[in-house]
């Protein structure tokens, strides 16, 4: 039974920071692609960042490159993202997910950022 719960949230004021943690179970996740979504209110849900299955590589979306750092814990079984210089417009419910190979999410973490 593979479960993946976030963690992190909260309201935070623009320019700050925030570290949001994945924490998976259910399976060995070493060798499959998993990452980050978001869905700010009234929009659909869109990409954040991600490791490719292989591990060795990441993917951020052009809206939080240089801003945004995407880790994993193997040992931990946990994916972190690192958020610095939050903006107004980072605010959303923020999913992990993994493919495995279908893809499984978590239930999600509010990140709100006031201006």
């Known amino acids: 039974h593979v479960q993946l719960v976030e963690s992190g949230g909260q309201l935070v004021q623009a320019g700050g920071s925030l570290r949001l943690t994945c924490a998976f179970s259910?399976?060995?996740?070493?060798?499959?692609?998993l990452g980050w979504f978001r869905q700010a209110p009234g929009k659909e849900r869109e990409f954040v960042a991600s490791?490719?299955?292989?591990?060795?590589?990441?993917y951020y979306s052009d809206a939080v490159q240089g801003r945004f750092t995407i880790s994993r814990d193997h040992i931990q079984n946990t994916v972190d993202l690192q958020m610095n210089n939050l903006k107004p417009e980072d605010t959303a419910v923020y999913y992990c997910?993994?493919?495995?190979?279908?893809?499984?999410w978590g239930q999600g973490t509010q990140v709100t950022v006031s201006s």
């Open positions: 997910y993994v493919e495995a190979p279908r893809v499984y």
């Open positions: 490791f490719s299955w292989t591990g060795d590589r990441t």
């Open positions: 259910g399976r060995t996740f070493s060798k499959y692609a």
